[in-house]
């Protein structure tokens, strides 16, 4: 089971932008399809964005076209760039990894408020 640390979290204004990171252990990191998960309070987690080992991504329809993942295999690391933050977007965002199971991260906070 990969270890996934995530960072970057924080509290910011309507309209501003962030960079979440999540640096995986283990050698095997460029086979795993990673994706980010979101989850505020009183609701389910969701799916947020996917990037397979082949590169290509997927997003919810909520943060289609205001937010970025990618990867990078040499360091390890996914990353979600957020811009044009909204309210709505507060949330405890995850990271996960699957490669025949999943792995989780501890979640990072994300606070979108005037």
């Known amino acids: 089971q990969v270890q996934l640390v995530e960072s970057g979290g924080g509290l910011v204004q309507p309209g501003g932008s962030l960079r979440l990171s999540c640096a995986a252990s283990g050698s095997a990191f460029r086979l795993y399809l990673m994706r980010w998960y979101r989850q505020a309070p009183g609701k389910q987690r969701e799916l947020v964005a996917g990037?397979?080992?082949?590169?290509?991504?997927n997003y919810s329809d909520s943060v289609k076209g205001r937010f970025t993942i990618s990867r990078d295999n040499a360091k390890n690391t996914v990353y979600l760039q957020m811009n044009s933050l909204k309210p709505e977007d507060t949330a405890v965002y995850y990271c996960?990894?699957?490669?025949?199971?999943?792995?989780w991260g501890q979640g990072t906070q994300v606070t979108v408020s005037s």
């Open positions: 996960n990894a699957f490669l025949l199971r999943d792995s």
């Open positions: 990037i397979p080992s082949s590169g290509t991504t």
